[in-house]
C-alpha cells in the first residue's frame, strides 16, 4: 500500500544551488561544536577530527534531501589516548552532535566496560551483552576500554561471544546504534589487529593526545570556575610546578589528575580556614586557592603521590599510599 | 464461521484490522515509551478469549528510551515461537501498580483454525454453551 503513496523522485538539475551554511543553522550544530570549543581546553587534533566528522554528515544529509543516495556512512568509532584525556567528554558531545544531524534518535550516551557485557558463565555473556545494546538502541553506546573484550590467553573466554554480538548489531542495525570504543591507543592497535572485524566495521579513528602542564593548567581553572573557585597567583604558579612533577610520576592521568589534585586541595583550603586565628575570614577566601593549599601534597615534600593515587591507570599501586 | 470470523483470533488493540507492519509496530512501542509505559512481550499457543495471562518472553523493560531494542526483542521472540500468537503490552505504574494500558498481537500462527463451538443439554431443556480453540486439542508441548 505504500507504493502508490510514495512520493516520485524529483531529479533535480545538477546546478541547482545547495545552502550549506543555512543547512548548518537549521541543524543545530554549529551551536554544540562552539560548545565543544570553549568547555574543552587543547585537543586540536580532536576538534578538527570532529568539526570534519560534522561537515561529512551534514553534506551526506544534504545529498540525501537531493535524492543522491549513498550507503549510509559508518559512524562506529574509536577514541584513542590515555586516562584524563577527555574521551568521556567528547563522547558525550559527539552524541549530542549525531542527535542534532539526525543519525540517532535519542542523544544517550550509554557507557559501559566490559563487565556490563561479558557473562561469568555459559549462557550469561549473550543475555547480558543484547540488554546494554537494548538499552543503548537509538544511541551511542561508548565501550570504555573496549581491548579488555579480548582475551586471546584464554581461547574460551566469554568476551569473544560478546565481540560477535557486537559485530552482528554493528552491521545489521547502522540506523539504530552507533558504538564508540575506548582506551589506551596500543592496547586498541593490538585489539583492532587481532580483530579485522572490529577494524573494519570502525571508519574513524581519533587520538586523544596528552595535555602540556599550560593546558593543564588552564584546565584546572575552568574547572575551579565552575564550582565558584580560584586560584590566587601564586597558586596558580605551584600548580603548574605540581604538574610538571605529577606528569613524571606513576598513575598520571591527565585532566582527571588535576581534578583530583584540585579536590585535594579544597579540602586543605576549608581546613586552613577553619583553624585560622583570624577573626575576619571574606567571601573572597572562601573562593580563593592558595600557593600553600597545593604545596602542602606530597608531591613536593617527597616525591610521592597523595592518598588515593589518582585512578585511572590500570596497574594497580604497588602498596597502599598514605596521605600526608 | 460465526466463531472463527477471517479465520483470525481478535483480541486487544488493532486485532480487526491487518497485521501491523514493523514500522506501525515501532510507533506504537513509541506511543508507550513516550507516555513512560513499561512495555513487554508476551506469547500463547492457546487462543481461548479467557486465557487471560499469557507466557512472559524475558522480564518487562524499564528505562527504555528508543523503541528500536524492544523491536530488536520482538523479532527474537518470533524466532523462538514462529508459530504461537505474540502480543505486547504497555504498562502503567503511576497508580502505584502495573495496568495495562496497550495490548496488541504482533505474531499469529500460520494456521488459525477457530473454535469448536460445544452445546451442553441442560435439565428443562436450557441450553448451555461453550467454545474450545482446535488449537488445543493437542496436549500442550505438543502442539505447534
Ligand atoms: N580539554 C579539557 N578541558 C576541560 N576539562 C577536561 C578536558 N579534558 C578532560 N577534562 C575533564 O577531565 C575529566 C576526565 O575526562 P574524561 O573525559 O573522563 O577522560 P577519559 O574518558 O579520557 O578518561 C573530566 O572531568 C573532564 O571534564
Ligand atoms: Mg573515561
Given at each position: 500500500m505504500t507504493e502508490e503513496n510514495e512520493t516520485p523522485k524529483i531529479i533535480l538539475p545538477d546546478d541547482t544551488p545547495v545552502d550549506l551554511q543555512k543547512e548548518l543553522r537549521l541543524s543545530n550544530v554549529?551551536?554544540?561544536?562552539?560548545?565543544?570549543?570553549?568547555?574543552?581546553?587543547?585537543?586540536?587534533?580532536?576538534?578538527?577530527?570532529?568539526?570534519?566528522?560534522?561537515?561529512?554528515?551534514?553534506?551526506?544529509?544534504?545529498?540525501?534531501?537531493?535524492?543522491?543516495?549513498?550507503?549510509?556512512?559508518?559512524?562506529?568509532m574509536s577514541f584513542t589516548g590515555n586516562p584524563g584525556t577527555g574521551k568521556t567528554t567528547v563522547a558525550l558531545r559527539m552524541a549530542e552532535i549525531l542527535h542534532r544531524l539526525e543519525y540517532v534518535r535519542t542523544g544517550q550516551l550509554v557507557t559501559v566496560t566490559r563487565d556490563d557485557l561479558v557473562g561469568q558463565y555459559i549462557g550469561h555473556t549473550a543475555p547480558k551483552t543484547k540488554?546494554?545494546?537494548?538499552?543503548?538502541?537509538?544511541?551511542?553506546?561508548?565501550?570504555?576500554?573496549?581491548?579488555?573484550?579480548?582475551?586471546?590467553?584464554?581461547?574460551?573466554?566469554?568476551?569473544?561471544?560478546?565481540?560477535?554480538?557486537?559485530?552482528?548489531?554493528?552491521?545489521?542495525?547502522?540506523?539504530?546504534?552507533?558504538v564508540v570504543l575506548a582506551g589506551y591507543k596500543d592496547k586498541m592497535d593490538t585489539f583492532f589487529h587481532s580483530n579485522p572485524g572490529m577494524r573494519s566495521?570502525?571508519?574513524?579513528?581519533?587520538?586523544?593526545?596528552?595535555?602540556?602542564?599550560?593546558?593543564?593548567?588552564?584546565?584546572?581553572?575552568?574547572?575551579?570556575?565552575?564550582?565558584?573557585?580560584?586560584?590566587?597567583?601564586?597558586?596558580?604558579?605551584?600548580?603548574?610546578?605540581?604538574?610538571?612533577?605529577?606528569?613524571?610520576?606513576?598513575?598520571?592521568?591527565?585532566?582527571?589528575?588535576i581534578r583530583n589534585a584540585l579536590d585535594r586541595a579544597r579540602l586543605r583550603?576549608?581546613?586552613?580556614?577553619?583553624?585560622?586565628?583570624?577573626?575576619?575570614?571574606?567571601?573572597?577566601?572562601?573562593?580563593?586557592?592558595?600557593?600553600?593549599?597545593?604545596?602542602?601534597?606530597?608531591?613536593?615534600?617527597?616525591?610521592?603521590?597523595?592518598?588515593?593515587?589518582?585512578?585511572?591507570?590500570?596497574i594497580k599501586p604497588q602498596e597502599p599510599i598514605v596521605d600526608s | 464461521m460465526m466463531t472463527n470470523y477471517g479465520n483470525r483470533m481478535t483480541q486487544g488493540q488493532f486485532s480487526f484490522l491487518p497485521d501491523m507492519t514493523d514500522e506501525q509496530i515501532t510507533m506504537q512501542i513509541k506511543y508507550a515509551l513516550d507516555n513512560k509505559?513499561?512495555?513487554?512481550?508476551?506469547?500463547?499457543?492457546?487462543?481461548?478469549?479467557?486465557?487471560?495471562?499469557?507466557?512472559?518472553?524475558?522480564?518487562?523493560m524499564f528505562?527504555?528510551?528508543?523503541?528500536?531494542?524492544?523491536?530488536?526483542?520482538?523479532?527474537?521472540?518470533?524466532?523462538?515461537?514462529?508459530?504461537?500468537?505474540?502480543?505486547?503490552?504497555a504498562s502503567d505504574a503511576t497508580?502505584?501498580?502495573?495496568?495495562?494500558?496497550?495490548?496488541?498481537?504482533?505474531?499469529?500462527?500460520?494456521?488459525?483454525?477457530?473454535?469448536?463451538l460445544v452445546r451442553e443439554e441442560r435439565t428443562g431443556r436450557t441450553q448451555g454453551y461453550t467454545i474450545l480453540p482446535y488449537a488445543c486439542d493437542k496436549p500442550e508441548g505438543e502442539r505447534s
Open positions: 554549529q551551536e554544540v561544536l562552539d560548545e565543544l570549543d570553549k568547555e574543552l581546553i587543547g585537543l586540536k587534533p580532536v576538534k578538527t577530527r570532529i568539526r570534519e566528522t560534522a561537515a561529512l554528515l551534514l553534506v551526506d544529509r544534504v545529498r540525501n534531501k537531493m535524492n543522491l543516495t549513498a550507503a549510509s556512512p559508518t559512524l562506529h540488554e546494554v545494546i537494548k538499552k543503548a538502541m537509538g544511541g551511542v553506546l561508548f565501550i570504555d576500554e573496549a581491548y579488555y573484550l579480548y582475551k586471546p590467553e584464554n581461547e574460551r573466554d566469554y568476551g569473544a561471544e560478546s565481540i560477535e554480538i557486537l559485530l552482528q548489531v554493528m552491521e545489521n542495525n547502522r540506523d539504530d546504534l552507533v566495521r570502525v571508519a574513524h579513528h581519533i587520538d586523544f593526545p596528552d595535555y602540556s602542564p599550560d593546558e593543564l593548567l588552564m584546565i584546572a581553572k575552568l574547572m575551579l570556575a565552575d564550582q565558584n573557585y580560584r586560584l590566587s597567583d601564586d597558586a596558580a604558579e605551584a600548580l603548574l610546578e605540581y604538574t610538571k612533577r605529577r606528569m613524571k610520576m606513576i598513575h598520571f592521568a591527565n585532566a582527571r589528575s583550603q576549608a581546613n586552613r580556614l577553619f583553624n585560622s586565628t583570624s577573626k575576619s575570614v571574606k567571601k573572597i577566601d572562601l573562593m580563593t586557592i592558595e600557593a600553600e593549599d597545593i604545596l602542602a601534597s606530597r608531591v613536593f615534600e617527597e616525591g610521592t603521590l597523595d592518598m588515593d593515587g589518582d585512578e585511572g591507570a590500570d | 509505559w513499561a512495555v513487554n512481550i508476551e506469547y500463547t499457543d492457546d487462543p481461548h478469549p479467557r486465557n487471560t495471562y499469557w507466557e512472559m518472553y524475558g522480564m518487562p528505562d527504555m528510551t528508543d523503541p528500536a531494542g524492544i523491536l530488536m526483542e520482538i523479532n527474537e521472540c518470533r524466532k523462538t515461537f514462529a508459530n504461537c500468537y505474540i502480543r505486547v503490552m497508580r502505584g501498580t502495573e495496568s495495562v494500558k496497550m495490548s496488541y498481537i504482533v505474531n499469529r500462527p500460520s494456521n488459525e483454525p477457530g473454535y469448536n
